[in-house]
Structure formats: C-alpha cells, structure tokens
C-alpha cells in the first residue's frame, strides 16, 4: 500500500529497524544518552536554543500541554482559525476558560493578516495568540513570518504566540526563535517520519515564567515536570522507548539530509503534486499562493462520490489518500506529501487517479 495520507507517512527501514530493538531501562544511562542526542536533534529541527520537551502523545495530546500550561481562566487569546485544526485548538482553550475572541478565514485560505494587526490593536491585551502553522484539513500553509510580525510589533506587553505545527515543522520552514514563537508543537506521526505517539513542544524562555503561574490543572501534560526531568535527560512518565529509539535514527537521517534541503525537497514535491494535479484537468483546493508543501487538497470532480473515489484508489491501486474533514468530507481528497517523499511517490497517486477518471 502507498500510504499517502497527511500522517501517519511512512516509517523508513532505518527507524523501523532502529525501533527494533530490546527494551532498556527508560532510568539508565543508555536511555538518557539516547534521549539528550534526541532532544538535541530536536532543537535542531525546531530552529531553537529553548527545550523541545518529548510528550507521550499524539499530536493533540502535545496541544493540550501547549494550553493547559499557558492559559488559566480568563486569561484572553486570539483563536486564528483556517480550518478543522484551528477550531481544535481554539476549543482547547474554552475548555480551560480562555475568553476566545475568534478570527477566521475561509476554508482554502490563510488567515489575514491585516485582520490579525487589527484585532491586536482594537482590543488589547490579549494573553495568546493561537495559529495553526500548516493546516493540514485544507492544506493551507499560514504566513507565520507576518503573523509573527504582527505579534512582535507589540513589544515587551506582546501575547505568546502558541502554535500549531504538528504538520508543519521538520518539513516546512518554522524558524522558532528567529519569529519569536513561543509555544511549538508537533507530533512523531508527520514530518519526521515515525509512528504515531509521541508529542514535542518547544517552549520559549519567556514563556517559562507564565506556565509556572499558570492556574490550570494539569498533571500528566505538566510541563513543568517533563522540563524537570528532560534536564536529567528523563521523562517524568514511563516513555514511549521504542519510539525513541526511532527518533534519534529518524533526527540523525534528518541531519544527514539537511534542514534546507529537507525544506527544498518539500517544495520541490509540492510544486510536482499541484501540477500533477493540473495535468489531470483536477481543480486544487488551497488558495495557490499559501498551498502547503506537506499536504494537497484537491476538489472532488462533480458527478464522482468522495468516498468511493478513495476506495477506488486504495482497493484497486493500492494508493491510499485521505478524505476530506468536516464540513468539506464530500468535497474534497487528500494527498500527503510530507517526510521521506520524492516525485516517484506521488506519480503512482496520479496514474491510479488518471485510469480511474
Ligand atoms: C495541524 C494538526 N494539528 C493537530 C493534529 C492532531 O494530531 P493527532 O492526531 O496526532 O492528535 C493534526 C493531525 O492530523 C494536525 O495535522
């Protein structure tokens, strides 16, 4: 099967057979050598000097530490939302008694930024910013470099910036410290190219102090133990070690490659999907000027049943996509293009889709 949905990717021999190893003691020192040289690919994946603690999680398990952390009642953030994942983390932050002023943009678009800088201004202070990096329900990358401007511009009194990168980062670029983004999360299932479970969120300097404040109740997601216990190169909670052990192969083959080269190659892959998408006379989702690198949504022909399309693809070809999410299940398909991918993955997806037009 070529697994070409946005996450789960698949998982290269080297990890699969660096995860295939005897359990060790996650106490010893074995483990810790294994999780410092993890931790270290981390901050060098994430584009940051700050810790990038390792959650046993999926990716919204690392969301809601992101938010149980940062945000106690009442405190008030600015949701922007483009999509599924926005309304996801945006509902995070009601359940822990944020005051939500909500900023939205169409499906298939990113957010505005002008809207952004007003919304700063017109009501301040805010205590969050909430983004979604790349969302991955409509394959919209956001333009986080003036999202972050608009942020920045508000100097010392600025809100944290907290996003959601579980789709995003390791393959698009997400500079953390150069943006000045406080809160970084992403999740072991997307870019980097291992099972699901596992969770990283990157924390900034400035944001230590608010999560020692915060007044939400948080126990197993509390991330001031997990700083705690990554400072003795731990975990406070048994962790996932098998998947560990991938995470140090996968950073190190992710080294070996290149973080610009990496970032070129998802260009490059995007560029090829778009335009294979084109060829076929299909009609992409995603406003072209922000299309996401990682993940393509394309539109579902009239006359042709979503889900049977995909069935179609995945038990005759043995290519599987994703549907659409919410809202868009009927309108559109999903072709995922992040991690360990070439053009030679993707063409497959197209001369299945091609016979079955
Ligand atoms: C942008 C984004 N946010 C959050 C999530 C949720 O991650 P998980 O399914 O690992 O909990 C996903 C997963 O698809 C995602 O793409």
Known sequence: MNLRIPGPIPVHPRVMAAMNQPMINHRGPRFSAIFGEAADGLRWAFQTAQEVLVLTSSGTGG???AVANTISPGDRVLSLSIGNFGERLRTLARIHGAQVTALDAPAGQPIDVSQ???A???NPPFHAVLVTHNETS???TNPMREIALAVNDLGE???LTIVDAVSGVGCLPLPMDELGLDVVVSGSQKAWGLPPGLAFVAISERAWPVIERCR?????FDLRQARKSAANRQTPWTPAVGLIFGLQEALLMMREEGLDAIHARHRRVGDFTRQGVRDLG???FANPAFASNAVTAIRVPPGIEAARLRARLRDEFGQEVAGGQGALKNDIFRIGHMGQVTEADIQPVFDALRQIL
């Not at 939400?216 to 197993?220: K, L, Q, V």
Request: proline share 9%; aromatic share 8%.
């Open 282 to 284: 299909l009609q992409l």
């Open 63 to 65: 969301l809601e530490a």
């Open 138 to 140: 409509t394959g919209v």
């Open 216 to 220: 939400s109740p948080r126990f197993y």
């Open 120 to 122: 700063l201004h017109d």
């Open 157 to 159: 009194v600025r809100p």
């Open 116 to 118: 952004v800088r007003q």
